[in-house]
């Protein structure tokens, strides 16, 4: 089993920046990659930005250039740093950790950030 607690969040004016962490416990070792997601009401969770136990990233189009996901393995955190927020950024971000064996994705409990124009 492996938990997931999220810090961050909260409201911001747009060009603003918020900074998103999440530590994880439990089989920490069984994790190979971590990341972000959000969701708006009404429509599917779409991912953020992941990051390998390595170290390799990858982000949507939306987020390349403003966001920056990172991690501290003796730590077993990882961050997202959002900078240069928008309107349409205002989501329910969580945290997602994901095993190989046997497959299964592990989520925090969510944290709100809203961007007023």
């Known amino acids: 089993q492996v938990q997931l607690v999220e810090s961050g969040g909260g409201l911001v004016r747009a060009g603003g920046s918020l900074g998103l962490s999440c530590t994880a416990s439990?089989?920490?070792?069984?994790?190979?990659?971590m990341g972000w997601y959000r969701q708006h009401p009404g429509k599917q969770r779409e991912l953020v930005a992941s990051?390998?136990?390595?170290?390799?990233?990858s982000y949507a189009d939306s987020a390349k250039g403003r966001f920056t996901i990172s991690r501290d393995n003796a730590k077993n955190t990882v961050y997202l740093q959002m900078n240069g927020l928008k309107p349409e950024d205002t989501a329910v971000y969580y945290c997602?950790?994901?095993?190989?064996?046997?497959?299964?994705?592990?989520w925090g409990q969510g944290t709100q950030v809203t961007v007023s124009s």
């Open positions: 997602n950790g994901w095993t190989m064996k046997p497959p299964y994705d592990y």
């Open positions: 990051i390998y136990r390595g170290g390799t990233t």
């Open positions: 439990g089989s920490t070792l069984s994790i190979n990659r």
